[in-house]
Antibody
Framework: QVQLVQSGAEVKKPGASVKVSCKASGYTFTNYGIKWVRQAPGQGLEWMGWISTYNGNTNYAQKFQGRVTMTTDTSTNTAYMDLRSLRSDDTAVYYC??????????????WGQGTKVTVSS | SYELTQILSVSVALGQTARITCGGNNIGSKNVHWYQQKPGQVPVLVIYRDSNRPSGIPERFSGSNSGNTATLTISRAQAGDEADYYCQVWDSSVVFGGGTKLTVL
């Protein structure tokens, strides 16, 4: 079945970086882009960016420009999200999610299980 | 930047119809998607492109979009429908509404 499996929870100190992985299975990885969305405790969904798994093109939310890098490894069908200079307000659950179609403007229909990132000194 | 406005909470009696709105400037010209997120769970797509249901989503869930308001309608509401609901559009980037908590009484 189609699924996205993310890496495990992380605890980081302020100023550090975190890299979350998202391994896809059950479909042709390069046919659908990946979006990254985060959710702070008790808060709503926040879009971080998108990556084309076909050619690596990215589109980052302005808020995260310069601090986030999204990449893919098509040999392992894995997407990665690297967030640098972590602050306490980066504490959140980070999700990867698959585009429903080949268009990045469409909905996402498959979500990873989420990766909890805690930033604390 | 584009903004989506959702009411914080909506209550509905068991078996009645719940309507959750999502406001945005000329939202009727955009494709609206809706996600359901139950406590402690991952979001689930329930409506895409205004009014389409993914496979596995009950027919009780429907959507509409016109003018400045998109609406998610849940007919014959069940206890299991209690969740946060988020609308989402694309406007040069992904935009989420703030979410609406649905309580079934």
């Amino acid at each position: 079945q189609v699924q996205l499996v993310q890496s495990g929870a992380e605890v980081k100190k302020p100023g550090a970086s975190v890299k979350v992985s998202c391994k896809a299975s059950g479909y042709t990885f390069t046919n659908y882009g990946i979006k990254w969305v985060r959710q702070a405790p008790g808060q709503g969904l926040e879009w971080m960016g998108w990556i084309s798994t076909y050619n690596g093109n990215t589109n980052y939310a302005q808020k995260f420009q310069g601090r986030v890098t999204m990449t893919t490894d098509t040999s392992t069908n894995t997407a990665y999200m690297d967030l640098r200079s972590l602050r306490s307000d980066d504490t959140a659950v980070y999700y990867c999610a698959r585009d429903q179609t080949s268009s990045s403007t469409d909905a996402v229909d498959v979500w990873g299980q989420g990766t909890k990132v805690t930033v604390s000194s | 930047s584009y903004e989506l406005t959702q009411i914080l909470s909506v209550s509905v009696a068991l078996g009645q119809t719940a309507r959750i709105t999502c406001g945005g400037n000329n939202i009727g010209s955009k494709n609206v998607h809706w996600y359901q997120q139950k406590p402690g769970q991952v979001p689930v797509l329930v409506i895409y492109r205004d009014s389409n249901r993914p496979s596995g989503i009950p027919e009780r869930f429907s959507g509409s979009n016109s003018g400045n308001t998109a609406t998610l309608t849940i007919s014959r509401a069940q206890a299991g429908d209690e969740a946060d609901y988020y609308c989402q559009v694309w406007d040069s980037s992904v935009v989420f509404g703030g979410g609406t908590k649905l309580t079934v009484l």
